[in-house]
């Protein structure tokens, strides 16, 4: 390549070791100090009684203690954040799916359109939590509007249906019930969906269309094509948001905290809100609070790992000759 | 012999349809956010007013300036935007490093790391928090933005570093080799050639960074308590314990804090398709 008396050399594989250490050492100096070390010190921390305070009269030795004298918020909030998950997290990945099927037309002006689905994702967090706030207030917000809106509408088809029955319908206290308040959460969860649309949407956009011509010149309509070429494309990012949806359920923490309110009696108290006040709120159980994030660490490891081991052969991943190298 | 394929008479039907469902759905997502700027130009009797229309016949632009005098909320902004763009850069930096160090060093144990790295995405660290907020207090950090800021620059965001190195690993091997070949060391290799072509996953990560960061509730939560220091997702916060009464300003102060978020990803949005399936074939 180079005219020269010497050949350039590639530097010694050993010095590119060092290269390549130093380069990652900040990364991995965070996965130690940040992650992995305190996995085990939380661990550790587990099997004591302790107000992560006071060094005098603080630490006790409980062995697992905490992991049996679990108390009733441990209980509720576990349960409160399944329900919250088997209604989200399902409901999600259709939502988000379907978004993505609708986002991938090839029309003019999908781009806003796009843009718009995926404003309230970006803008997430404390903002979209008051908003939804705001929505859902029984009396003014615009959830109930357009509910009191709609029965009106029906009004008088159901007078025509049942000349006795009219739409008094109740419109629900969203945030202000106990039974009500998680389904909003979910209506929120699923206005947040522009995350899990855009990962449904690279994956749709990388299927060859060249199947889908195929599919449809051997005759296949448009549901028997969705089956078999296009789910089955998009089987590793069903599993990718599944997995990453149902961990991030679990953890919920921001609406759960910002939402609550006595009227929900306890309908929102959530796993890592009780983890919270546990830690945060006089008495300051730190050892408790730390067998708890590893109950749900376990949990989530278990149930995720599960997932992704059991659907291993349902998962179509498509081989390194067709895309470009992910592994 | 000619194959003739879409040329389906019920093809138009299909477009007004798909049109029709766009523009229904986008209606929907775009509702409550135009609920909020309704309600944030409001007088409060027209808010708790259930029988007053949405649309304020006078819009009440003091709203805004009365979220500035409520409370220190320049001030929250402020702090914001200095915790978001610290973090971002850091993060930058890192995580390219990081990717690099994956991609096309030989790192020790790649495999092993880039497993863990998958790891780190899907398992957040909201279960750590709590000997990384002893960690912090014993280094006398609480109150401080450092819990905030140094984790970002320690290899700042799982999915950063995932970002780079997929990008790294599709950068031509010619290309990543010549200046390497010339006689560069991976510094200069690194800072000359890889970084400029990764301007797409540069801005992405920038960006994708300094939003995580302008949202992050739980962090500031933990270990902030003077509200001077507040960053804005505390600060709407206590417009909220405020708004038992006066949810116009929470709203206006919603839609000031969204700005920012809104500036970065509208002009960041372009980069992001390149950066995340670099060299994929457009069919």
């Not at chain 1, 594989?13 to 100096?29: D, E, I, V």
């Not at chain 2, 320049?74 to 490093?97: D, E, K, P, W, Y």
């Not at chain 2, 014993?138 to 700042?156: E, F, H, Q, S």
Request: hydrophobic share 50%.
């Amino acid at each position: 390549m180079i005219a020269s008396k010497r050949r350039p050399t590639k530097p010694e594989p050993h010095s590119r070791k060092r290269h390549a250490l130093l380069f990652a050492a900040p990364w991995l100096a965070g996965l130690v100090i940040l992650s992995i070390g305190p996995m085990f010190a939380s661990l550790i921390l587990s099997f004591t009684r302790w107000d992560g305070l006071s060094f005098s009269d603080g630490i006790e030795w409980v062995g697992t203690a905490n992991y049996h004298e679990l108390d009733d918020e441990f209980t509720k909030s576990l349960t409160n954040s399944l329900v919250y998950s088997a209604l989200a997290v399902p409901l999600g990945l259709i939502v988000s799916l379907a978004l993505a099927l609708l986002a991938n037309a090839r029309l003019r002006g999908i781009r806003i359109f796009r843009t718009i689905l995926m404003l309230p994702y970006m803008l997430g967090g404390v903002a979209t939590i008051m908003i939804a706030g705001w929505i859902f207030n029984p009396r003014f917000g615009l959830m109930n509007r357009c509910m009191n809106l709609a029965y009106a509408v029906l009004d008088p088809v159901v007078r025509i249906v049942n000349t006795t029955g009219t739409t008094d319908w109740p419109t629900p206290d969203w945030l202000y019930s106990p039974t009500a308040c998680k389904p909003a959460l979910v209506l929120l969860h699923l206005w947040l969906g522009g995350g899990s649309m855009l990962v449904f949407l690279a994956a749709l956009q990388r299927i060859p269309r060249s199947l889908h011509e195929a599919a449809r010149l051997d005759g296949a309509g448009t549901a028997s094509r969705f089956r078999h070429v296009t789910l089955v494309h998009l089987s590793p990012a069903i599993l990718f948001n599944l997995i990453v949806g149902w961990v991030f359920a679990m953890q919920a923490f921001d609406q759960s905290y910002l939402l609550y309110n006595r009227s929900q009696r306890d309908g929102l108290l959530f796993y890592m809100l009780n983890v919270y006040r546990t830690a945060f709120d006089a008495p300051y159980r730190m050892g408790y609070a730390a067998a708890l994030c590893w109950i749900l660490f376990c949990i989530l490891a278990i149930t995720a790992g599960s997932l992704f081991v059991f659907t291993r052969k349902r998962i179509y991943y498509v081989s390194q000759s067709q895309h470009a190298p992910i592994y | 012999m000619k194959i003739e394929v879409n040329t389906k008479p019920n093809r138009s039907w299909r477009t007004v349809l798909t049109y029709t469902a766009l523009c229904v759905v986008a209606t929907l997502f775009a509702l409550p956010l135009i609920a909020c700027l309704l309600t944030s130009l409001q007088p409060l009797e027209r808010v708790y007013d259930a029988n007053a229309p949405l649309l304020p016949s006078q819009p009440r632009w003091t709203n805004y300036v009365e979220v500035f005098r409520t409370l220190p909320f320049a001030r929250f902004m402020v702090n914001s935007t200095l915790i978001s763009t610290t973090a971002a850069f850091g993060a930058v930096l890192t995580s390219s490093m990081a990717g690099y160090a994956l991609a096309n060093l030989n790192l020790p144990y790649r495999r092993l790391w880039f497993t863990a790295l998958i790891a780190t995405l899907i398992l957040p660290s909201q279960i750590l928090f709590i000997p990384q907020f002893m960690l912090f207090d014993a280094l006398g950090w609480i109150g401080t933005y450092k819990p905030l800021i140094v984790p970002a620059w320690l290899g700042g965001g799982a999915f950063n570093i995932f970002l780079f190195r997929q990008f790294f690993k599709s950068i031509p091997k010619p290309l990543a080799e010549a200046a390497e070949l010339d006689g560069a060391s991976p510094w200069q290799c690194y800072r000359y050639v890889m970084m400029p072509t990764a301007r797409p996953v540069v801005v992405t990560a920038a960006s994708l960074s300094f939003m995580l960061h302008w949202r992050f509730f739980f962090g500031p939560l933990m270990y902030l308590s003077d509200f001077n220091t507040f960053p804005v997702s505390l600060g709407l916060r206590m417009y909220q314990t405020l708004a038992g009464t006066w949810i116009n300003l929470l709203m206006a102060a919603t839609v000031i804090s969204t700005i920012p978020l809104l500036a970065i990803f509208l002009m960041g949005q372009r980069f992001f398709p390149d950066a995340v399936s670099p060299n994929s074939d457009a069919d």
